[in-house]
């Protein structure tokens, strides 16, 4: 099993900042991905950047160039820092652990952009 918290999240306007953190507890080492999603009122759940145990990784076309997925495995820790918000940014933010047999999710933090 892993546990998973996200942090972060907060309201702030167009053109600022965010870093999200997603602090992970439990059998991490079965852990081969990592990734932070998002769902907007009425949308479907939807990936915004992934992160391999290679180092390998993948961003939502709308996000390249803002956001950047990092991790700090002494600490466990999994980050999203989000550049030049737009508020069609706005949505709760999941982070999400994956493995060969089971992935997990966070609780989710709420990201708010107004304009």
């Known amino acids: 099993q892993v546990q998973l918290v996200e942090s972060g999240g907060g309201l702030v306007q167009a053109g600022g900042s965010l870093r999200l953190s997603c602090a992970a507890s439990?059998?991490?080492?079965?852990?081969?991905?990592m990734g932070w999603y998002r769902q907007a009122p009425g949308k479907q759940r939807e990936l915004v950047a992934a992160l391999t145990s290679g180092g390998i990784t993948n961003y939502a076309d709308s996000v390249k160039g803002r956001f950047t997925i990092s991790r700090v495995n002494a600490k466990n820790m999994v980050y999203l820092q989000m550049n030049s918000l737009k508020p069609e940014d706005t949505a709760v933010y999941y982070c999400?652990?994956?493995?060969?047999?089971?992935?997990?999710w966070g609780q989710g933090t709420q990201v708010t952009v107004s304009s």
């Open positions: 439990g059998s991490i080492r079965s852990i081969n991905i």
């Open positions: 999400k652990f994956g493995g060969a047999l089971h992935a997990y």
